[in-house]
């Protein structure tokens, strides 16, 4: 490919596009150190006004007369975002289910960007909407091992697949009533606004986790066509339900069952914890959601089904993308995989990181992860002045301090995400406010761990009486 005309910036792809890359990307590596450093902890100091007032100083004007050219933009920008960002990376970064990527697959993600392919046509994307099938499908076989034909389609994440679910649901049985914990994760009510459906019926969740009385009750009391939504693995305290037990009572009353696992799915990977998503592969459909617990880039979402039949309804056509004489001669119809056109292909990095460390590897991060969320809970467990919620089913550990109000919880949080000390979450359970832990971060050694409750203990020494 010859090289661009003068004055115009040198494009991706092509043979030529990787020695215009490489320039590039030492800037931007030099850039995200540099940030990193600068900011110098899990989070920018001085909140929102502080930041928002950098950002501000480093850009503008936003569109300048005049290009500052390659170097230096990439330089200000990457620089002025990675000071002002919050990294996971960072052990004491552990408020939500926010991982810190796998080099390896950000690395097949710049590929990703660079070669563009967009997977609503074959001619847009031939190897990449090739492997999305064999990898999707393989995937979907982990969460289905003895269906003979499953299939799972790439999402944006739990929101979108737990969107698909309920439409394709909806598609078989008309205008279903879908049954959730009350700890289900917020999309779900979301979903069913969207496609037109009744207002989800919230059953009680007394311990985390989805009451099997109340949901035979409820499925006893509601006619119709019924889905229930359970969880494996719940954003406030990573809670699994009831799996086989909620399976069997939708057995019983003819209700279809969705499991929104985009948190816990990855146990699957796992010999060790792989026992605690017991009937998963009972479900009609399945959240998966790998920038969790997969450690991949944002988006790595799936939703799995046992039979690729159903996902007939999401057929469409448009000429100009799959065209019909275009299908009968080979060409592969990608546009029933999504309820979006253009797509990246990220498949990609999950396929090179399951390709690199295999299950073995996959396995070691998870149980390494779960084993550090027990150690956590263990450290708080010995600490006089700090509450434990409960053991961790995943890696989630709510804690609070034991003699502080609800306000001076809040209180501790925000302090300490205003200096850039530590990023903590917040949850309610038991009727109170409790400080959320969500540790992803397969590098935490029990220093770091210690280090984190070392800034709560400090916060309440100095800003919280106890």
Not at 12 to 34: I, N, Q
Not at 52 to 71: F, I, K, N, W
Not at 237 to 265: K, M, N, V, W
Not at 284 to 300: F, R, Y
Request: proline fraction near 8%.
């Amino acid at each position: 490919m010859s090289t661009p005309p003068p004055g115009l910036p040198a494009l991706a792809g092509g043979t030529a596009g990787p020695d215009a890359l490489r320039p590039l990307l030492a800037v931007v590596l030099d850039a995200l150190r540099d940030g990193a450093a600068a900011r110098g902890g899990p989070l920018p100091s001085g909140g929102p006004d502080a930041v928002a007032a950098r950002v501000r100083e480093a850009v503008e004007p936003v569109l300048p007369d005049h290009g500052t050219g390659a170097d230096e933009a990439l330089r200000t920008l990457v620089r002025t975002l990675a000071h002002g960002a919050a990294d996971p990376a960072d052990p004491r970064c552990a408020a939500h289910l926010h991982t810190s990527p796998l080099a390896l697959a950000v690395a097949a993600d710049l590929a990703a960007s660079a070669l563009n392919p967009s997977l609503d046509s074959w001619d847009q994307a031939p190897a990449a909407s090739a492997l999305e099938a064999l990898v999707s499908r393989a995937l979907a076989k982990e969460v289905y091992p003895h269906a003979q034909d499953p299939d799972a389609l790439v999402t944006t994440g739990g929101t979108e697949s737990n969107l698909l679910g309920l439409l394709l649901a909806r598609e078989r049985h008309g205008a279903v009533q879908v049954i959730c914990g009350s700890a289900a994760h917020h999309s779900l009510h979301r979903a069913a606004w969207l496609l037109g459906l009744p207002e989800p019926v919230t059953v009680p969740s007394p311990a985390g986790i989805l009451d099997l009385a109340a949901l035979d009750d409820a499925l006893t009391d509601l006619p119709g066509p019924r889905l229930v939504a359970a969880s494996a693995g719940t954003t406030d305290t990573g809670q699994i339900d009831p799996l086989s037990e909620i399976a069997d009572l939708c057995d019983r009353h003819g209700a279809e069952l969705h499991i929104d696992a985009a948190y816990g799915g990855p146990l699957l990977f796992s010999e060790q914890h792989r026992p605690k998503l017991n009937g998963l592969d009972r479900a009609h459909s399945v959240t998966l959601d790998l920038h969790k617990l997969g450690w991949q880039p944002v988006a790595a979402g799936l939703l799995a089904v046992p039979d690729r039949t159903l996902l007939a309804p999401l057929a469409v056509r448009a000429d100009y993308l799959n065209a019909e004489d275009d299908t009968e001669a080979g060409l592969p119809d990608l546009l029933g995989r999504s309820l979006r056109t253009t797509r990246r292909p990220d498949i990609l990095k999950v396929a090179v990181t399951l390709r690199a460390l295999g299950r073995t590897g996959l396995a070691a991060l998870v149980d390494r992860t779960c084993a550090a969320a027990g150690q956590f809970a263990d450290l708080i467990d010995k600490q006089p002045h700090l509450e434990l919620y409960e053991r961790p089913t995943l890696t989630t550990v709510l804690f609070r301090p034991a003699a502080a109000t609800d306000e001076q919880t809040a209180a501790v949080r925000r302090t300490l995400l205003t200096t850039g000390r530590a990023v903590l979450g917040r949850a309610r359970a038991d009727g109170r406010l409790w400080l959320k832990a969500t540790l992803l971060n397969p590098h935490a050694t029990p220093g770091d761990l210690t280090a984190l409750i070392q800034e709560v203990l400090i916060e309440l020494v100095e800003g919280t009486p106890r």
